[in-house]
C-alpha cells in the first residue's frame, strides 16, 4: 500500500514531524517503539546505493594453528585476557580470516572499515591480512574494556558504543544477546567459571541467562521489522476547524475532540 498524506490545510503541515512517527507505527502493529530507531526503512534507491562488499584474496589460507598463535601473541602484546580474544573470534568469524559480514565487517575480527580507520588502518584490502585484522581488533576491544568492562565491551564490540548508551549499559538486541551470551560463557568456562553463578556476574560485570542464548525479537516481544514505505497508504483528515486546529486555541475536556484522526485506505488492487 504506497504511502500517501494527504494535507487538507496548510495549518497541518507543522504537524508532519511530529505525526510520522505515530504513523509508522499505528500501521505496523507489532513494531516497538524503542525499536524503531533502529529499524531499517528499505526502498529501491537505498539498494541501488548499497556499497559492494569487500572482496577476500584469493591464495591459501594460514591454518588454525598458526592464526590461533597469532592471537594468543597479539592478546599478550596489548594486556588483553587470551582466553576472551579466543572466545570473541570463534563468535565472530570461527577463525576464518577471509569472513565478509553482510554488513561489510572483515576478517578474523570482523572489524568495521569504518573502525580499522580509527586506529589507522584505511585499506579495506589490509583487514584481509590476519596480523593486521587482529591487531585492529584487539586494541578495538581494549579501549572497550577500559571503558565499559568485560560484559559491557563484548555488548559494544557487537552492536556499537551508541547501541550500549541507547540501552542504558545492557543491549537488548536478540543478535547481541545470543552473541554476548556465547563469547561471555565459552570465556567463563575456559576460566573454569560457571556462567550463571554469582561469581561469572561480578567477573563480567552483567548476569547471564539461559534465555540469552535462545534471545529473539518474537519471543522478547520485541518485534523489529524492515518498513517499506511504499507499502503503506494514509489519509490525515482534520475534525476540527482550520481555527481550532491551532494548538493555542484548542480546547481540552471531556466534550473535546481530537483534532486528527488517521483513515487507512483501501489497498489498491
Not at 572489524?111 to 591487531?135: C, I, K, W
Not at 567463563?188 to 563480567?204: F, H, M, T, W
Not at 483534532?259 to 483501501?266: G, H, I, S, V
Request: include cysteine; hydrophobic fraction near 40%.
Amino acid at each position: 500500500m504506497p504511502c500517501i498524506i494527504i494535507f487538507e490545510s496548510d495549518e497541518m503541515r507543522w504537524f508532519v514531524a511530529s505525526l510520522a512517527l505515530f504513523v509508522i507505527i499505528s500501521l505496523s502493529p507489532g513494531l516497538a517503539c524503542a525499536d524503531l530507531a533502529e529499524a531499517k526503512v528499505v526502498t529501491e534507491s537505498d539498494a541501488a546505493q548499497r556499497p559492494s562488499l569487500p572482496t577476500p584474496p584469493s591464495g591459501p589460507v594460514p591454518s588454525r594453528k598458526s592464526l590461533k598463535a597469532l592471537v594468543e601473541r597479539t592478546a599478550k602484546q596489548y594486556g588483553v585476557e587470551i582466553d576472551l580474544v579466543d572466545a570473541l573470534v570463534v563468535a565472530e568469524s570461527g577463525y576464518d580470516p577471509r569472513a565478509v559480514s553482510p554488513v561489510g565487517a572483515v576478517g578474523l575480527m570482523q572489524v568495521m572499515p569504518e573502525t580499522a580507520a580509527d586506529y589507522g588502518v584505511h585499506s579495506v584490502d589490509a583487514l584481509f591480512d590476519p596480523q593486521t585484522n587482529v591487531r585492529t581488533g584487539v586494541r578495538h576491544l581494549k579501549r572497550l574494556l577500559g571503558q565499559f568492562g568485560i560484559g559491557k565491551a563484548v555488548m559494544a564490540y557487537n552492536a556499537g558504543e551508541g547501541a550500549l548508551s541507547r540501552h542504558n549499559g545492557f543491549v537488548t538486541y536478540p543478535e547481541t544477546q545470543r552473541y554476548t551470551h556465547r563469547v561471555l560463557s565459552s570465556y567463563l568456562r575456559k576460566k573454569g567459571v560457571a556462567p550463571y553463578s554469582l561469581e561469572a556476574r561480578e567477573l563480567v560485570g552483567i548476569r547471564l541467562t539461559p534465555a540469552m542464548a535462545n534471545a529473539s525479537a518474537r519471543a522478547s516481544g520485541r518485534v523489529v521489522r524492515q518498513i517499506d514505505p511504499s507499502r503503506l497508504r494514509l489519509r490525515i483528515r482534520p475534525t476540527l476547524s482550520k481555527r481550532a486546529l491551532d494548538p493555542g486555541l484548542h480546547s481540552s475536556g471531556p466534550d473535546s475532540k481530537p483534532m486528527f484522526e488517521l483513515q487507512r485506505l483501501k489497498p489498491r488492487n
